[in-house]
């Protein structure tokens, strides 16, 4: 403990204290750990997701804050991973842990954008310019964007999570904007250059870049470091730019638009292929010992009943795909409190038993206790399940009929 119990009422005092504190974290973790070697999920310590259905909340991306010690524990019992602002928490961190010593909490920061309000306050090299030589804002928050390669960025991004795990119960941070988010038109004022190229950044060097900050955030901390930036299947393997470089440098990394994009119309659905890139990311992730946490969200126009199928789609793929290192996440509408529920979760389905299979286009994947049978075609299909099962509504069931991209979650009757 870095602060003395009974240092109290000199607030100079206090913080000169905790700076040095933080200093010596710095040196002393990042010189027992300056090979930066990633620490894969299983070694840090995450609960392996193979057996059931095995969740993330993502708190950072919700407005929500507990109110309650009981509502604080009872989210902990329920999720492998919580990530959230310090007050989000709501001061119950402690106990969190205390319910579910193996559920981890991660702290959020954002990796490559200083916050608006700071402006000013780093030097002018630490940041991006556009070819104009003009500092980067993104569009959505105004935040001015840094040049992740820029030794002093990497400096500040390593104190500032060092301070935010200072004497608190985090397991780790968890880095924003490590994707190629920033390299896409429009979406900042300006595109960045890379000043070792003199060129606008290729998305494999912002990557590989990223995925270092990471890795020096991590070995100067001593905790894992997860990140967001996978953005979907499609993105994990792109010949270009693959986003899982991310896990040569972080333990973790979030797919923000997983089976779908936030607002597109419920009417929308990937190609096959593309789908499947999804379902191959989770298992890719997990041959490489890296954590994938899937995001899939519904926020536009539809009914209950549509968005609870988009839902069911969503977590059939996940099962199709996970090996025992993803954690799933959906979200019907952009004020849902992250640790919503659904009965979906509850399906004691059991474990894999071996990969999944394809047949005339329709995926299937045998559990321990039921079976997961995914259309993602545009053509209504009967599927044949070999045995007696309950569908995920309670109902008996010898066949699966499937309309055009529709799921179900079969457990053994």
Known sequence: MCLPRNTRGDNVKRL???????????????????????TSAAGAGFVDSSAGVHLWAPMHTAPHTFRSQAQAEDAAKRFDLITANPRQLGGYGNAMRAANPSMKLFVYLNGTYLYKRLVGTLPDALLSHDARGAIIRSRGYGNVLANPASPGWVTYVQGECAKL??????????????????LFPGYGTGLPINPATGKVWTKRDWLTTTAALAAKVAASTGKPVLGNGLGSGPRYFNADGPASLLLNGATGATAEAWVRPAGAPLSWHQKASAWQQEVDML??????????????????????????????????????????????????????????????????????????????????????????????????????????????????????????YEAEIFTAS
């Open 283 to 404: 298992s890719h992730a997990h041959s490489v010992g890296g954590l994938a946490l899937t995001i899939t969200k519904t926020w536009t126009a539809g009914s209950v009943a549509q968005k609870a199928n988009a839902r069911k789609f969503a977590l059939a793929t996940f099962l199709l795909g996970n090996n025992g290192s993803s954690y799933f996440y959906f979200t019907a509408n952009p004020t849902d409190p992250a640790t919503l529920g659904d009965p979906l979760y509850d399906l004691p389905i059991g474990s894999p038993t071996g990969p999944y299979t394809v047949s005339t286009g329709v995926y299937e994947r045998a559990f321990t206790n039921g079976k997961v049978v995914v259309n993602p075609t545009g053509a209504p299909v009967t599927v044949s399940l070999g045995g007696a099962y309950v569908r995920s509504g309670g109902t008996a069931a010898t066949s699966a009929n499937l309309g055009p």
């Open 165 to 182: 795990l200072l004497g608190s119960p985090f397991d780790g941070c968890f880095l924003d904007m490590l994707g190629t988010g920033p």
């Open 16 to 38: 000169f204290i905790a700076a040095a504190c933080i200093i010596a974290t710095l040196v002393a973790v990042g010189t027992a750990n300056g090979s930066g070697t990633v």
